[in-house]
């Protein structure tokens, strides 16, 4: 039940009160009409200060992000974090990202705008956009990067050539770049400039057959690309009169070269600082017997093993290999690389990454060139894999200056060191886990007086 309301005038009420006058009754009236219209004023602002307090709480609610952290931080902090979200990769389609920034508000424009490592990506789309249309963009932020080192990648297509011709003026700033077709080549290596800052050249083939090239290529680039450290070339066939300067290179990446190339080419120019990792080698109608003596010290091949065919390479100390296909034509080029009569190398560290084969693999350590190997890195898939690979490592005679050996395996395979330490005890074997990334190999050492040094990588 709702309870009685109490009167302002309880003394009216009483039984006991007097009769009230008509002036009495009239000052009770004025005084219960001037209360109720003081209630209904009341609740009349109280509606208007809910209105509005509704409205303060949508007004908060949009702008929130004003009290947000990221705007206390400093231009140079928020040009940062721009710079390492947008410019990672320099191939990787992401780094448009710059346009995105400059359009979230004023304060990110003004930032994006003054930060020239933000716009030094430049990435051309294949389709959607008109060369018309495209020509003013790379204008206006070349314009943005001001002197900064320009990455630069362009896909296939005729149109590219004159957005090329664009980004050309700006040569002496180009750090890396990628291109996809024989006559983006030409005119890079026509062009009357020099690259001075170039540090990365990758060519990759994807439109026309490279059977044989049909732009005479016969530049001299020795002496225009004072910086360049890396090259990727992903195209069957390389220029006969294209001439790089191969003394500078760190990193040689060959996939789908022929393999007469490769021999007369390119190797036999890379220095002993030179890492080189071929993929998917082509083999040519007449391949060559004999390789002009090569400075070569890391070699890494993927189904590529024919290049061995007749290497010399006397200071090769590392040799990587691959071969996801049977072992056939390949196995034999293999097994007269390890069995050279004169052993034209001294192995030192030797990786198989091979699931299968195991016997053929063994087959190799039992050779000439196998005998000096101190680090060897295996993998397998099966337990009985492993078994083999155990049972034939535990002769003394097979790699017998082994100090290092890294075992990787199925990660459904469990492995216990007490395998390791029992199938391998005439070597004294020290075992350890450690953890890679990837298919990276690369782990401490530790260099024991004595024994082998046995890790496990998971």
């Known amino acids: 039940m709702t309870p009685p309301v109490q009167s302002p005038f309880p003394e009216l009420l009483s039984s006991n009160s007097a009769p009230c006058t008509d002036l009495q009754s009239a000052t009770i009236w004025e005084a219960i009409q001037g209360a109720r219209m003081d209630i209904g004023r009341i609740e009349i602002a109280m509606k208007q200060l809910a209105a509005k307090r509704s409205q303060l709480k949508v007004f908060v609610q949009k702008n929130s992000s004003i009290l947000s952290a990221i705007r206390r931080l400093p231009p140079e902090i ?30 990110w424009r003004a930032v994006a705008m003054n930060t020239a490592e933000l716009w030094r990506h430049f990435f051309v789309p294949k389709s959607g956009f008109s060369t018309s249309y495209l020509k003013p963009v790379l204008t206006v932020q070349l314009a943005r990067v ?30 890396t770049v990628a291109l996809s077709t024989e006559t983006q080549l030409s005119r890079f290596t026509k062009y009357h400039s020099h690259y001075p800052l170039l540090g990365k050249l990758n060519f990759w083939e994807s439109e026309h057959s490279w059977s044989r090239l049909t732009l005479p290529l016969d530049a ?26 191969w003394w500078q290179l760190t990193l040689c990446v060959l996939r789908g070269v022929c393999v007469h190339d490769v021999q007369q080419r390119i190797l ?31 070699l890494a091949l993927e189904n590529s093993s024919v290049v061995l065919t007749g290497l010399v390479a006397p200071m090769l100390k590392k040799l990587d290999v691959i071969e996801r296909l049977a072992i056939g034509q390949d196995g034999g080029s293999i097994t007269n690389f ?18 299968d084969n195991t016997s053929f693999w063994i087959g190799t350590l039992d050779s000439p060139v196998a005998r000096d190997i101190m680090r060897l890195d295996i993998s397998f898939c099966a337990p009985s894999d492993l078994a ?31 395998i390791f330490k029992n199938a391998l005890a005439a070597r004294n074997p020290t075992v350890r886990i450690e953890s890679f990334h990837c298919w990276e190999w690369d782990f401490p050492e530790k260099d024991l007086e004595g024994g082998l040094d046995v890790v496990i990588l998971k």
Do not use: Y
Not at 231 to 243: G, H, M, Q
Not at 404 to 411: H, M, S, V
């Open 78 to 107: 928020l040009s940062e974090i721009f710079a390492l979200c947008v410019c990672g990769d320099p191939f990787n389609p992401r780094r448009r990202g710059a346009w995105v920034v400059a359009r979230v508000c004023r304060r």
């Open 146 to 175: 001001r002197r900064a080192r320009l990455s630069i990648q362009l896909p296939a297509g005729p149109a590219m050539l004159d957005l090329m011709d664009v980004l050309l003026s700006a040569a002496a700033r180009w750090e």
């Open 220 to 245: 001299d680039m020795s002496g225009s690309l004072p910086a360049l450290t890396e090259l990727f070339w992903n195209a069957p066939a390389f220029p006969k009169k294209l001439r790089l300067p």
């Open 268 to 298: 036999p120019f890379l220095t002993s600082t030179a890492r080189i990792i071929i993929v998917d080698a082509k083999r040519s109608v007449n391949p060559t017997t004999m390789l002009r003596a090569s400075k070569i010290r890391s």
């Open 338 to 355: 390890m069995n050279f009569p004169s052993a034209p190398c001294h192995l030192e560290h030797l990786r198989i990454r091979q699931s």
């Open 388 to 418: 083999v690979w155990l049972k034939a490592l535990a002769r003394t005679d097979i790699v017998p200056n082994l100090r290092t050996l890294a075992i990787r395996g199925n990660k459904k395979v469990e492995v216990s060191r007490s």
